[in-house]
């Protein structure tokens, strides 16, 4: 699904990764944990594509992602993955529908599709009631769940998570983890996530530990 192939990435005089290489099966919920620092997110935002290796490969469902042009590469990105950061990210003048509806919008997909999608993911999430309301009228669950949400609309292959459940209380954590395998069982996809959580790190089919750049278990 996933191959990264003697990953580096520097900036300036710092080298943050050491030629890391991986792989990540379909289906997989694997976790990346380390110390602060030891390159989790960079390493993340390169498999996402949201950023670039100095050297080395990277591999999704046998495409070698940076050999796209920048045009192709965003198309990739919004066909083929999904994102959820820390802290939701949703636009504030738009409605938990809206926001969900943008990715697939962007993607070329009819304003009727879009929300015919968005209503059943809402569903799903047991927000339904919520659907008009905006960011600052939902709690922080809420709002990760839309985050989560607006992640599936164009039915990724894979997710990338950012210490999802890093801005959560111990309930909502608690929901976001057991979303996110029932989201795998149900759907199919592949969650990659940088994690301090223990819990959630437990949780996950596979831990990856990162120190100074370099993966520092077998994997």
Do not use: W, Y
Request: charged share 25%.
């Amino acid at each position: 699904m996933i191959q990264l192939k003697d990953i580096t990435k520097s900036f300036g005089s710092l080298q943050v990764l050491r030629g890391i290489n991986l792989q990540i099966e379909r289906g997989e919920v694997v976790a990346i944990v380390g110390p602060s620092g030891a390159g989790k997110t960079t390493l993340l935002q390169i498999m996402g594509t949201l950023d670039k290796p100095d050297d080395g490969q990277v591999l999704i469902d046998g495409q070698d992602v940076f050999r796209l042009s920048g045009t192709k590469l965003s198309r990739f990105r919004n066909e083929h993955i999904g994102f959820v950061f820390q802290f939701h990210q949703l636009l504030p003048e738009f409605t938990a529908l809206e926001n969900i509806m943008i990715p697939a919008m962007i993607g070329g997909t009819g304003k009727a599709e879009a929300r015919r999608r968005a209503m059943e993911l809402l569903e799903f999430m047991k927000l339904t009631e919520r659907a008009e309301h905006k960011p600052n009228e939902l709690s922080g669950g809420e709002k990760q769940r839309v985050a989560v949400a607006r992640a599936l609309i164009n039915k990724p292959d894979v997710v990338f998570a950012d210490e999802p459940s890093g801005s959560l209380d111990s309930q909502n954590k608690e929901e976001l983890h057991r979303l996110f395998f029932e989201l795998r069982d149900r759907m199919g996809q592949t969650f990659v996530i940088v994690t301090h959580d223990e819990t959630l790190a437990a949780m996950a089919d596979r831990t990856i530990h990162i120190c100074d750049g370099k993966i520092s278990t077998p994997v």
